[in-house]
């Protein structure tokens, strides 16, 4: 039997487009413990890229984990959760290439999106601001 993990992933962009950073935290369904976290400054991006990488890096820290795991994607961007779960189109050349990287991580069978407020997704926001404050005082 496969894992089960939960991804809470988030980008952020400091002006739209601006600095930008995302982060993700991949937590065990099972014990509920974080397995993996992947924070980044990606450069001067906007928020949507912000967003979708940080969706592309917890599905990566995933495969590393278990390839054939199952994932529940959990985000605050109604934008990248509603295009990833096929409901809304996508038309910005960058989000088609970004939202394409995504599903050629895992199966598409294997992940499912759900919307959560930004307040449940705390510990994706705090990498965010983290790695944004590191670079941003360098």
Same mark, same amino acid.
């Given at each position: !039997? %496969? /894992?089960?993990? +939960?991804?809470?992933?988030?980008?952020? %962009?400091? #002006?739209?487009?601006?600095?930008?950073a995302y982060g993700a935290v991949v937590v065990d369904t099972t014990t509920r413990e974080v397995v993996a976290e992947r924070k980044k400054y990606i450069g001067k991006a906007s928020n949507n890229v912000a967003e979708y990488s940080g969706l592309i890096a917890g599905l990566e820290a995933v495969f590393e984990l278990d390839p054939d795991a199952t994932v529940e994607v959990r985000m605050d #961007? *109604?934008?990248?959760?509603?295009? !990833? %779960?096929?409901?809304? *189109? +996508? *038309?910005h050349e960058d989000m088609k290439r970004? /939202?394409?990287? /995504?599903?050629?991580?895992?199966? #598409?069978?294997?992940?499912?999106y759900t919307w959560i407020p930004r307040a449940e997704n705390a510990a994706a926001d705090a990498l965010v601001n983290q790695a944004l404050d590191a670079a941003l005082l360098d």
């Open positions: !039997m %496969s /894992a089960r993990y +939960i991804v809470l992933a988030d980008g952020g %962009s400091r #002006s739209n487009p601006g600095p930008a #961007s *109604k934008l990248v959760v509603e295009q !990833m %779960s096929g409901r809304w *189109k +996508i *038309k970004l /939202a394409e990287q /995504a599903r050629d991580v895992l199966p #598409s069978a294997h992940v499912t």
